[in-house]
């Protein structure tokens, strides 16, 4: 069964950091994009980041740029979230996801593999 499993949300204070932890099991994700997404209460599901099979190329949210990086570990078949500088407004649930193939994408419907999200809180 291929499984994605997220880890590491919590609450937060404001300003300060978390790391999200998205392992893989079931098959390889070595060879696919990986991105993390989040949906808040009442609101879309929307991009935070993505990274390429190698981490030859990686996106961002404007909302989260410079505050936020992706990494990943092929040999563990896990990526990550680092989160740092957090506000009230990056409170959502984070989900990773796994493209299978093409270009790095920033839309939903363009991943094949989802996790069932991991809580994030940030309090003012």
């Known amino acids: 069964q291929v499984q994605l499993v997220e880890s590491g949300g919590g609450l937060v204070q404001a300003g300060g950091s978390l790391r999200l932890s998205c392992a893989g099991s079931?098959?390889?994700?070595?060879?696919?994009?990986m991105g993390w997404f989040r949906q808040a209460p009442g609101k879309e599901r929307e991009f935070v980041a993505a990274?390429?099979?190698?981490?030859?190329?990686?996106y961002y949210a404007d909302s989260v740029k410079g505050r936020f990086t992706v990494s990943r570990h092929n040999a563990k078949n896990t990526v990550y979230l680092q989160m740092n500088s957090l506000k009230p407004e990056d409170t959502a649930v984070y989900y990773c996801?796994?493209?299978?193939?093409?270009?790095?994408?920033?839309?939903?419907?363009?991943?094949?593999?989802w996790g069932q999200g991991t809580q994030v809180t940030v309090s003012s």
């Open positions: 990274i390429s099979w190698n981490g030859g190329s990686i």
């Open positions: 079931g098959r390889t994700f070595s060879g696919d994009v």
């Open positions: 996801a796994a493209q299978r193939a093409g270009t790095i994408s920033r839309r939903v419907y363009e991943y094949d593999y």
